[in-house]
């Protein structure tokens, strides 16, 4: 059975930083392509960033301005998301999912999510 499980979300204050980790099993995650979303309440899920097997990075969005970076290490199974100087406008449930196969796909063709981890900012 495939399972993601994210972690790292936490309250903080407006400019500070977090690292969320995204850990997989059941899947060889140094091929896979994995991907950040986010979802603030009443909002759409947004998508953010994709990194492929190797490495490769797309961004899906550029609401975050330069200031989140997905990295990768594959002797670990652990994608990651740094957010740095972050902003109320941040605040919400941030997913990670895998993709099926080596290269980031369009974000709506993930299939295999986590169940969330919280990140609040506050002013």
């Known amino acids: 059975q495939v399972q993601v499980m994210e972690s790292g979300g936490a309250w903080v204050q407006a400019g500070e930083s977090v690292r969320l980790s995204c850990t997989t099993s059941?899947?060889?995650?140094?091929?896979?392509?994995m991907a950040w979303f986010r979802q603030a309440p009443g909002m759409e899920r947004e998508g953010l960033q994709c990194?492929?097997?190797?490495?490769?990075?797309?961004h899906y969005s550029h609401h975050d301005q330069g200031r989140f970076t997905i990295s990768r290490d594959n002797a670990k199974n652990t994608a990651y998301l740094q957010m740095n100087n972050l902003a109320p406008g941040d605040s919400a449930m941030y997913y990670c999912?895998?993709?099926?196969?080596?290269?980031?796909?369009?974000?709506?063709?993930?299939?295999?999510w986590g169940r969330g981890t919280q990140v609040t900012v506050s002013s």
């Open positions: 999912a895998a993709g099926s196969s080596y290269f980031c796909p369009a974000p709506s063709a993930f299939t295999i």
């Open positions: 059941g899947l060889t995650f140094s091929h896979t392509a």
């Open positions: 990194i492929s097997w190797n490495g490769g990075i797309d």
